[in-house]
């Protein structure tokens, strides 16, 4: 049973996403892609936003090492980093399982306890949404004048443009919010599980806690946005890659860079399927075309997610070559 269990965490998910890739993708133009990709692209802006994208995670586990320093644990900066890698890479195959895996990664290596490091590791996500609420919430509100204005330039209504949706579309949107609410509850339901015994719950607690005794709450403030900015740039600066795109301008990009971060909650690898579709949805709202919403989303999609794929095998090899807790001098 545990096996079929185990294996339905992979399938569904991937299973989840081909169908809403295929969906979207289904009458795309291929040869598009392939100009795209070999002539009318910017790479320079595309490779500029890599380092944004590396040191998200470097920021991520910069601030976990000061989550778990009042709790007594001191791992080492490179472990910490290539568990953080690790975990990325790790759940474009089993969606969520990277946060279970950086902590057992800290565990093997460097003796860190795994009940405090799961309970920093919510510590951070608790964090994490609270600036992604408040960062949503400023999004809009800066943006109800540019939707007001885009629908009096256009002389196109919101019931207009909500009625350009097909079945198959809010039938996506509203599997996507279920999946995201499923995800959300098994989360919670696997937390309690894990956390029965006496001794493990203290530590989790530990863990939730340790964000009031943290040394340096500035630096900590610090490291919480230099993630999310660094998580921005790495979108927004594909936004000059395309011409569709390029004159977008910021506003734009933040929009959809929020929409994104909610559709990549939804349990498919790296977000794939929820994620392009919210990205479309966002960019045709800005008087983007369909299809140069779907090639963008297609491409940045799959170059980022390729970029998490080779930092996880650069940490694999990294890790294989650290000594564990135990063996260091």
């Known amino acids: 049973m545990k096996i079929i269990q185990s294996i339905l965490k992979i399938l569904l998910p991937l299973a989840l996403g081909v169908l809403i890739l295929w969906w979207m993708y289904r009458g795309f133009d291929w040869p598009s892609l392939r100009r795209a990709l070999t002539s009318e692209m910017d790479w320079t802006w595309m490779w500029l936003s890599f380092p944004f994208g590396i040191m998200a995670q470097v920021f991520r586990a910069l601030r976990w090492q000061q989550v778990l320093r009042p709790l007594g644990e001191r791992p080492r900066l490179g472990t910490s980093i290539n568990a953080v890698f690790l975990s990325y890479a790790s759940s474009l195959v089993v969606p969520r399982v990277g946060e279970v895996l950086r902590c057992g990664v800290l565990k093997r290596y460097d003796g860190v306890s795994f009940s405090r490091g799961v309970g ?47 079945l198959t579309g809010w039938l996506v949107t509203i599997g996507s919010g279920v999946a995201v609410l499923a995800t959300s509850y098994l989360l919670l339901r696997h937390y309690r ?97 369909g299809d140069d919403g779907a090639l963008f989303a297609l491409i940045v999609h799959t170059v980022q997610t390729l970029l998490v794929a080779v930092l996880g095998l650069y940490a694999t090899a990294a890790l294989a070559l650290t000594r564990k807790a135990g063996a260091r001098a």
């Open 120 to 166: 920093t590791v919510v510590t951070e996500r608790v964090v994490d949404m609270a600036l992604i609420a408040v960062l949503s919430a400023a999004v809009f509100v800066m943006q109800i004048p540019v939707f007001v204005d885009f629908f009096q330039e256009t002389g196109v209504s919101l019931g207009g443009f909500l009625g350009q949706f097909t």
């Open 193 to 289: 599980i894990m956390t029965r015994a006496r001794e493990v719950v203290k530590e989790l607690i530990e863990g939730l806690l340790s964000i009031r005794n943290v040394e340096g709450r500035g630096l900590f403030i610090f490291y919480s946005l230099a993630i999310w900015i660094c998580y921005f740039l790495h979108f927004y600066l594909t936004f000059f890659c395309f011409q569709s795109t390029e004159g977008l301008g910021l506003s734009v990009a933040m929009v959809a860079f929020v929409v994104g971060t909610f559709a990549v909650l939804v349990p498919t690898p790296n977000g794939a399927g929820p994620w392009h579709f919210a990205v479309k949805t966002v960019l045709m709202l800005y008087g983007v075309p």
